[in-house]
């Protein structure tokens, strides 16, 4: 079973910007997604945006433009830019990989223990 961790968060003030990475235990030859979610306190775990094994990006709306999301193998990387107080969360990595008839191929979906971020105004 692959482990994620989640490094890079920190206190930065409104404007500033943070890099967060996603280390996996283990690669994969299995297509998969490597997504990246944010839960503030009192709201529900919301998607960030994700990168697939073929390095297409999906982002949500609040954050497109400010963020970007690269990869290195199954290892992932969200740049946040232009950070504002609403970007404070806990931020988590999530890797799901696809299910094929490749018996470690098996639809897991694996989650970090996540990385605090959080922004001042």
């Known amino acids: 079973q692959v482990e994620l961790v989640e490094s890079g968060g920190g206190l930065v003030q409104a404007g500033e910007s943070l890099r967060l990475s996603c280390v996996a235990s283990e690669s994969t030859r299995c297509f998969y997604d490597m997504n990246w979610y944010r839960q503030a306190p009192g709201k529900e775990r919301e998607f960030v945006g994700g990168i697939d094994s073929e390095g297409t990006t999906t982002y949500a709306d609040s954050i497109r433009g400010r963020f970007t999301i690269s990869q290195d193998g199954t290892n992932a990387t969200l740049e946040m830019n232009s950070l504002k107080p609403d970007d404070t969360a806990m931020y988590y990595c999530?890797?799901?990989?696809?299910?094929?008839?490749?018996?470690?191929?098996?639809?897991?979906?694996?989650w970090g223990l996540g990385t605090q971020v959080t922004v001042s105004s």
């Open positions: 999530n890797q799901v990989v696809h299910q094929s008839t490749r018996p470690d191929c098996d639809g897991s979906d694996t």
